[in-house]
C-alpha cells in the first residue's frame, strides 16, 4: 500500500533550469540525497531569491536557519528554505559570513522573514542589513552572547530566578555545585575500569553468598503401601476431635434446626400428583 503523501522527486533538468536563471549570481550546485542546494553571493542574495520567487514559482519562504562552522573563515551559514506549490518541490539556498559582515533582509520579499532573522540574529549573532526591527526574540532581556554558537558554555554566563526576598527576577553568575566529570563514554551495562572519586574511601562489598542447595523431594512410597498418613475427616458431627466434652456438644441439636420428616409420609418427596389428591 504506498503512502497517503504525494511523493515529491526531483525533476530532471530542474538544477540546470535554476543555475540558468541564478546566473552569475550562483556559486555552487549541490544535489545530494534528492536535495538541492544552491550557495550565491550574499551581496546579491535578495536578488536571487526574487528571480527563484517569481521566475522559478518557489512562492513561500518555509524557514530560514543558521549554521556555525568556526573552523571557517567565514563561520556562519544561513540557509533559506523554500517551497514551490506548484512544482510541489523544495530547494535550499545558502550564503556564509562572519560575525561583523551583515547579510541583506528579505523582508521585501516575504514579510514573515522578519521573524526568522530574529531568530537567527539571536541564536548566532548574524546581522540582517535592513531588517527594521533586529532584536532578540528567543533569549531574555540582557542577554549576553549567542546561545548556538559553537563556542558558547554549556552552562551560560548567568542563572536567574525569582527571589521571594527581593520580590523580582535575579540574575547572577553561574556557580556549579560540582566539577563536571570526565566520561569516556564506555557502555553503562560494562562498568567502568577505574574507581570514580570518592568510591576508593567506601570498603568494597563481599559478595553475596551461594545460595544454599534445596533439600532432596521425600522418596515416594513403594506401591501397594499407603502414601502416609491419611488426613483426618469427620463424618459425623459428634467427631469434633477435641474431646469428649466436645463431642457431647456437637450431639446435641440445634433449637433451630429443620425436623427431618417420617418415612412413611410423601412430605419431603416432591409434589404430590393429580391422582393421589383424588
Known sequence: ?????????????????????????????V?????????????????????????????????????????????????????????????????????DTPVPTVTHIWPVAGWLEREVFDMYGVIFAGNQDLRRILTDYGFKGHPQRKDFPLTGYVEMWYSEEDKRVVYKPVRLAQDFRSFDFMSPWEGAQYVLPGDEKAPQAPGAPSPVPAPPPPPAAPKGQPAGATPKVTEKSEDTGAGEPAN??????????????EQHTDEGKGAAKPEDKA
Do not use: W
Not at 526531483?10 to 555552487?28: D, K, V
Not at 514551490?84 to 560575525?99: A, G, Q, Y
Not at 457431647?248 to 420428616?261: I, R
Open 1 to 29: 500500500m504506498g503512502h497517503s503523501a504525494p511523493k515529491i522527486v526531483t525533476a530532471p533538468g530542474l538544477a540546470e533550469e535554476i543555475a540558468a536563471i541564478l546566473g552569475p549570481m550562483l556559486i555552487e550546485t
Open 31 to 99: 544535489d545530494h540525497a534528492d536535495e538541492l542546494s544552491f550557495t550565491v553571493v550574499r551581496e546579491q542574495l535578495a536578488d536571487a531569491l526574487l528571480l527563484l520567487r517569481d521566475q522559478a514559482h518557489y512562492q513561500q519562504l518555509m524557514e530560514i536557519a543558521g549554521v556555525d562552522y568556526p573552523d571557517r573563515p567565514e563561520r556562519f551559514e544561513v540557509c533559506y528554505h523554500l517551497l514551490s506549490l506548484t512544482r510541489n518541490h523544495r530547494i535550499r539556498v545558502k550564503v556564509s559570513t562572519d560575525e
Open 248 to 261: 457431647s456438644k456437637g450431639a446435641e441439636k440445634s433449637p433451630n434446626a429443620p425436623v427431618k420428616p
